[in-house]
């Protein structure tokens, strides 16, 4: 396995307080050529998760468990260590393409800057190299635009730019928080195209985070649910979305805009009522009991413990597999 | 001519004067290097205190030495020592600034500190200490101007670092594995070059103020080597006999700190974008 996270958990310190808990009780597996995709609203830990993959997470923050890459623990690493991890072994795609790019530097020199820290070739090979990547994540005229600055290109081209940036250190795995989300629909659809191809030709595991379980379901092999700092649900991506065995992938799914059914009988579009409680006061039971429709007493009792079924599908939730549908 | 492009140029009047104001000093003192109409440091008593184009084009001092040719070789003197001073400080202050912004924490509040501490002493006051330790000299007002602009310099230049230090083009870089030397190398470095120029540029007017005022103390270059201070300190004496000889340094100290001041408010307009006119 190339990537096997363990009770991972994340913490934040308070200058007058326990330390607060971003993300709890998180382990998931990751083979080469595989994709798995995160989902979860706003505040469910997904970029902290990222983060502690990648071992940016800020100094007040700190994560325990395990994260073995390789059979090595990243979280036991040191920064000189980690250094040589990111980029050449781990690498990460931003959500904004506006911004993760530098403006003072030509787009083909930021390319080849990454392939010759992480390898020792020569300016020209690097510049042949780069010139390459571009043509592979399908920037048209790439011979021409290897010169252009950012701030000449659009919000499509720039994430393909960063992609290629990303994949010319050839890291064995890619991390993309929200890669497509501040893009529009159609070049949304180009990036997954690219992601697919990338993954299946160069064997690359990818980590990919988004909100939208369109994007999931289209290009994930697996997919892991988080909610409010845990994982609620995971499974191979056809049958959690399919079948889904927690209210709250159920309540996810029934809010998708989709032609024909699901929208309910004034035309509006099912909703999760209320919002993510707030970390600082989880209620007791489990996190998602205020806002679940299948609630009862017990479930305001004790968390549920996370349990994997007979088919190999994890849940946290006291109604257990056969509940569903 | 159209009222847009009146306008246009009135916006860019700063950047246009302060050029040509600079463009001139400079020339004059490269010019000074190679021709004078006199030799700066010659006497003729006979000649003495004559008025503008009585004698040369700006007249002579109580020694008869030819005013046009000191003022010239005045301004390479005054210049050379600003821009050295500047170099100085701009360069270390902006490896302290630099360093602050990526070392947060103890090593950000050592440094910005020991800017304060450098901060709370004048440029006149440690030149004078410098001159009691070194003796005056162009080397000791270089130092003592530097050292003063290391803290503006190392303010200026954490602040603008720390900006870039936010960005996501940063956080991308880190993601690839580059240490925090690499990244000030790379995207900090580039992306505040614009503010520091314009940092260096004003603070060369203040340095050839601050030149001239160590040199009207005699803490500056060495005499018989003219400089603009000297010439203001010289002229004390004479200054009802023959006022042309404060006016003529006075003047052009002046005209160089404003052509300075307005090429670098120029220079910030242009490159910041958020101030750049609508036209």
Known sequence: MMLEVRDLAIDIARPDAEPLRLVNDVSFRLAAGR??????????????????LIGLLPGTIRATGSILFDGTDLLALGEAEMCRVRGRR?????????????????????????IRWHRRVSAAEARAEALQWLERVRIPDARRRIDTYPHEMSGGQRQRVGIAIALAMRPDLLIADEPTTALDVTVQAEILDIFDELVSDLGVGLILVSHDLGVIG????????????????????????????HPYTRGLLAAMPRRGGGVGAGGDLPTIPGTVPSLAALPPGCRFANRCGCVTEACRAAEPAWRTAADGRGLRCILGPEAAA | MSGALLSRLAGRLPLILGGAITACIIGTALVSQVWTPEAPTRMRFALKLKGPLAQGLLGTDHFGRDLTSMLMVGAWNSLSIAVLAVLLGAMAGTLL??????????IDGAIMRLCDILFAFPAVLSAIMLGALMGPGALTAVVAIGVFMIPVFARVTRSAAAQVWARDYVLAARAAGKG???????????????????????????????EAGLSFLGLGIAPPAPSWGRMLADAQTYLTAAPHLALVPGIAIALSVLGFNLLGDGLRDLIDPRRRLAA
Do not use: W
């Not at chain 2, 030397?181 to 603070?203: D, M, S, Y």
């Open chain 2, 180 to 210: 925090a030397a690499r990244i000030t190398l790379e995207h900090v470095l580039p992306n505040i070059a614009g503010q520091i120029i314009v940092q260096v540029t004003i603070q060369l007017g203040l340095a050839i103020l601050t």
């Open chain 2, 97 to 106: 600034g630099v360093t602050a912004a990526a070392r947060a924490g103890i």
């Open chain 1, 35 to 52: 994709t798995l995709g995160i989902v979860g609203e706003s505040g469910s830990g997904k970029s902290m998760l990222l983060k502690a």
């Open chain 1, 218 to 245: 289209r290009i994930a092999d697996e997919t892991l649910v988080l909610y409010a700092g845990t994982r609620m649900e995971e499974g191979p991506t056809e049958a959690v979305l399919r079948h889904p065995r």
């Open chain 1, 90 to 114: 781990i690498g990460m795609i931003f959500q904004e393409p506006m911004t993760a790019l530098n403006p003072a530097q030509r787009i083909g020199d930021q390319i080849a800057e990454g």
